[in-house]
């Protein structure tokens, strides 16, 4: 993704902290509410949970996530019938690497 797509999903300012909050999510969310390696998606959290935690509609929530995930700087997955998303490192580092790069 060219890094300018990625710098305007990073722009907003929810965007941004459901991207700290997922980088951690033992700090942000208590270990119960968060995936566990059994589920084999450690420390991906519902979207429920991230837009009660934003204060913000569910729906809402759901598309600022798909946005970060576009950027590839989360990842998610379907577990029953809720969404999980997590911090993506690799796409994170692949974005430094570019602009490292570039710049």
């Known amino acids: 993704m060219n890094p300018t797509d990625t710098f305007k999903a990073l722009a907003n300012e929810y965007r941004y902290q459901m991207l700290l909050w997922l980088k951690n999510p033992q ?3 208590a270990a ?10 450690a420390g991906g959290v519902c979207v429920g949970l991230i837009a009660e935690k934003a204060g913000l509609a569910q729906s809402v929530v759901s598309g600022y996530l798909n946005t ?16 999980y998303y ?13 602009l490292r790069e570039q710049i």
């Open 27 to 29: 700090q942000h969310f």
């Open 32 to 41: 119960h509410m968060h995936c566990d390696v059994a589920h084999d998606f």
């Open 68 to 83: 970060l995930k576009k950027a590839g700087l989360l990842e998610s997955r379907r577990i029953g019938k809720w969404t």
């Open 86 to 98: 997590r911090y993506h490192r690799a796409g994170v580092e692949a974005l430094l690497q570019q």
